[in-house]
């Protein structure tokens, strides 16, 4: 059964887990703590927590990372780690959920998601979660070092998913960190997901270290290629970016994700991926303990956007380095049985505007494949077109047209979602006047945010005029 997300929320009774690990139980001293210094009880808790809450069984070397302490006052801070990464699994859940190719936003226990994790480590922890959390995912794992490449298989095959996760080596291409060779019998990625190496040089690592409350090696067993890369978490991700571009990647991965330990790395990845003109990206936060914190940044070659809690899930970040808004509203002056009868009837004049309203659920989506077909100046186009095309029409072009071969549609170049409901239920109040009716306006597909600015405003105008 899938962990709760809140499953940290609560202190770890120590007392408790050593009853059920007797290996855990050695390392615990009479007074019922642990020596977060010591590598080995560090470890043993790490196996311990991962057993009991997600049914994971692991070998972990001792000159491999295993997660830091970094504080006498933080007793759950390895919890909150693990935490940390049990979030970035949540987050990627709600990224693929939010932008699926039918635009339901719930999970579909009968989709096949094939995930890529680079640099895996020897736990393989986030294939190890993903496929432990949802049965249909499935994994492919790239790691370089040769010992943590042995664990990692090790810890696939123990945990009976071998058959869901494969671990790989270094690809054939001679500096690239994506493996396009080993993707090429895959269709489609939908996730790359990346824990990059956090320090630039050995010699950041130590200074850093000593800022810390314990010393620099304290319960910290991680070999160099695990946390150190020339240029740090941004060069590294930064030539993920790069790869993204590539026709061979930028089309077969959907989505392209990376977790980050500082926050001016969050804005520096941010600001490479508008410069290679990227719009759809997401950004969110890991609350790890009281003090330290986590971030994420993922994006998107392709139009389907995810919802707004996760496209922009952190106030840490300036506003102006996170993602156009992928939810608005509009407050109409009448009841829900008008306010959908006058939007179905708007939607019936829009020539080009694929609209399926289910009254069920008070719910519509709606999707254009030639972008704005709304605004006085786009209807003025429709009908010179429409002249255009009647002009040019001969037999010859018609007898092309009924022999032409039924090809994949393309992309709409926009969809979206319309929920109504009164304002009191969006308030959850009855104070509110039950005549007033609130659209939840969702953008579901689409790369140009002008377009979804302008529907807004135009709905908007119809609506309340």
Same mark, same amino acid.
């Given at each position: 059964?899938?962990?709760?997300?809140?499953?940290?929320?609560?202190?770890?009774?120590?007392?408790?887990?050593?009853?059920?690990? +007797?290996?855990?139980?050695?390392?615990?001293?009479?007074?019922?703590?642990?020596?977060?210094?010591?590598?080995?009880?560090?470890?043993?808790?790490?196996?311990?927590?991962?057993?009991?809450?997600?049914?994971?069984?692991?070998?972990?070397?001792?000159?491999?990372?295993?997660?830091? @302490?970094?504080?006498?006052?933080?007793?759950?801070?390895?919890?909150?780690?693990?935490?940390?990464?049990?979030?970035? @699994?949540?987050?990627?859940?709600?990224?693929?959920?939010?932008?699926?190719?039918?635009?339901?936003?719930?999970?579909? +226990?009968?989709?096949?998601?094939?995930?890529?994790?680079?640099?895996?480590?020897?736990?393989?922890?986030?294939?190890?979660?993903?496929?432990?959390?949802?049965?249909?995912?499935?994994?492919?794992?790239?790691?370089?070092?040769?010992?943590?490449?042995?664990?990692?298989?090790?810890?696939?095959?123990?945990?009976?998913?071998?058959?869901?996760?494969?671990?790989?080596?270094?690809?054939?291409?001679?500096?690239?960190?994506?493996?396009?060779?080993?993707?090429?019998?895959?269709?489609?990625?939908?996730?790359?997901?990346?824990?990059?190496?956090?320090?630039?040089?050995?010699?950041?690592?130590?200074?850093?270290?000593?800022?810390?409350?314990?010393?620099?090696?304290?319960?910290?067993?991680?070999?160099?290629?695990?946390?150190?890369?020339?240029?740090?978490?941004?060069?590294?991700?930064?030539?993920?970016?790069?790869?993204?571009?590539?026709?061979?990647?930028?089309?077969?991965?959907?989505?392209?994700?990376?977790?980050?330990?500082?926050?001016?790395?969050?804005?520096?990845?941010?600001?490479?991926?508008?410069?290679?003109?990227?719009?759809?990206?997401? @950004?969110?936060?890991?609350?790890?303990?009281?003090?330290?914190?986590?971030?994420?940044?993922?994006?998107?070659?392709?139009?389907?956007? +995810?919802?707004?809690?996760?496209?922009?899930?952190?106030?840490?970040?300036?506003?102006?380095?996170?993602?156009?808004?992928?939810?608005?509203?509009?407050?109409?002056?009448?009841?829900?049985?008008?306010?959908?009868?006058?939007?179905?009837?708007?939607?019936?004049?829009?020539?080009?505007?694929?609209?399926?309203?289910?009254?069920?659920?008070?719910?519509?989506?709606?999707?254009?494949?030639?972008?704005?077909?709304?605004?006085?100046?786009?209807?003025?186009?429709?009908?010179?077109?429409? @002249?255009?095309?009647?002009?040019?029409?001969?037999?010859?072009?018609?007898?092309?047209?009924?022999?032409?071969?039924?090809?994949?549609?393309?992309?709409?170049?926009?969809?979206?979602?319309?929920?109504?409901?009164?304002?009191?239920?969006?308030?959850?109040?009855?104070?509110?006047?039950?005549?007033?009716?609130?659209?939840?306006?969702?953008?579901?597909?689409?790369?140009?945010?002008?377009?979804?600015?302008?529907?807004?405003?135009?709905?908007?105008?119809?609506?309340?005029?």
């Amino acid at each position: 059964m899938p962990a709760p997300p809140d499953i940290y929320q609560n202190e770890v009774d120590f007392t408790a887990l050593a009853l059920r690990y +007797p290996d855990f139980a050695k390392k615990l001293k009479a007074n019922r703590q642990l020596d977060f210094s010591d590598p080995e009880s560090v470890r043993q808790l790490t196996k311990a927590l991962l057993h009991r809450d997600f049914d994971l069984t692991i070998s972990l070397p001792e000159d491999r990372l295993c997660p830091p @302490v970094r504080s006498r006052a933080y007793r759950n801070k390895l919890e909150a780690d693990i935490n940390a990464r049990f979030n970035y @699994v949540l987050f990627v859940q709600r990224l693929l959920d939010s932008t699926q190719d039918n635009y339901n936003d719930a999970y579909d +226990p009968n989709r096949k998601v094939i995930g890529i994790d680079i640099g895996t480590g020897a736990s393989a922890i986030y294939p190890l979660l993903a496929c432990r959390q949802r049965p249909p995912w499935l994994f492919l794992a790239t790691e370089i070092d040769a010992r943590s490449k042995e664990f990692a298989e090790r810890n696939v095959k123990d945990n009976g998913l071998a058959s869901r996760i494969k671990v790989i080596g270094p690809g054939s291409e001679s500096n690239a960190i994506i493996p396009v060779a080993e993707l090429e019998r895959f269709e489609r990625i939908d996730i790359l997901l990346t824990n990059p190496p956090f320090y630039t040089s050995e010699t950041e690592l130590q200074a850093l270290a000593k800022q810390k409350a314990r010393p620099p090696n304290s319960a910290c067993t991680g070999a160099p290629v695990e946390m150190i890369c020339p240029g740090g978490e941004v060069s590294f991700v930064s030539q993920i970016v790069d790869e993204s571009t590539l026709p061979a990647n930028k089309t077969k991965i959907q989505w392209f994700s990376s977790m980050l330990g500082k926050l001016g790395s969050v804005t520096v990845i941010i600001d490479k991926l508008k410069e290679t003109g990227c719009t759809n990206y997401a @950004v969110t936060e890991f609350v790890q303990g009281q003090r330290t914190r986590r971030w994420c940044v993922a994006w998107s070659w392709l139009g389907l956007r +995810p919802v707004q809690a996760v496209a922009r899930g952190t106030d840490a970040v300036e506003k102006k380095h996170l993602p156009f808004p992928t939810e608005m509203k509009v407050l109409v002056d009448a009841d829900v049985g008008a306010t959908t009868r006058k939007l179905n009837e708007e939607f019936t004049k829009l020539d080009g505007m694929e609209w399926r309203w289910r009254s069920g659920l008070q719910a519509g989506i709606g999707r254009s494949m030639n972008g704005d077909v709304w605004s006085r100046h786009a209807r003025r186009r429709q009908k010179r077109r429409e @002249v255009e095309n009647h002009d040019s029409m001969d037999v010859e072009t018609a007898k092309h047209d009924n022999n032409h071969k039924e090809e994949e549609l393309p992309e709409p170049n926009f969809a979206f979602k319309i929920m109504v409901q009164p304002q009191n239920a969006e308030m959850m109040t009855d104070v509110a006047d039950p005549t007033t009716t609130v659209l939840k306006l969702r953008w579901l597909q689409g790369q140009d945010s002008t377009l979804f600015e302008s529907f807004h405003g135009w709905l908007k105008r119809k609506l309340t005029q």
